[in-house]
């Protein structure tokens, strides 16, 4: 998915002057983009691959963001999600930006995949070692 992800911000930014670069503020421009989708008029069919890349970027924000890591999803999760893979924070939630594109697309502002991100993200990371500071503070990696 990371490979995915990667060719289709080299693609879609060879075309056109969009700052995908995987910073959580990126994830408005990505709203934006679906936005622009819906206001089209086309179908989902007619933007699904689009959708796809899309998700698939949010993704990658998320594993070079919020610590997630690509997994596939097993046949339970592929049934609920609709999706063969989707992202595991570190707090061992699973969760699928390639679906929540698709609900942004069909239902609108409210799916915010930057929301998405903030409500994901500040959960706290479980096995990440902490560094001491002089003064005895601690700094999670």
Do not use: C
Request: glycine share 12%.
């Amino acid at each position: 998915m990371r490979q995915y992800a990667a060719q289709f911000v080299r693609e879609v930014t060879a075309r056109n002057r969009l700052p995908l670069d995987y910073s959580v503020a990126s994830l408005r421009v990505v709203d934006f983009i679906i936005d622009g989708l819906r206001k089209s008029g086309r179908n989902l069919a007619a933007v699904e691959q689009v959708l796809f890349g899309l998700g698939a970027y949010a993704g990658e924000v998320l594993v070079r963001r919020a610590g997630a890591t690509w997994v596939e999803f097993d046949h339970g999760q592929r049934e609920l999600f609709g999706q063969q893979a989707g992202v595991r924070m570190p707090d061992g939630r699973v969760w699928n930006p390639l679906g929540k594109v698709v609900k942004r697309f069909e239902t609108g502002e409210r799916e915010s995949l930057r929301t998405f991100y903030l409500q994901l993200h500040g959960r706290g990371r479980t096995g990440v070692p902490r560094f001491e500071r002089r003064g005895g503070t601690t700094d999670d990696l």
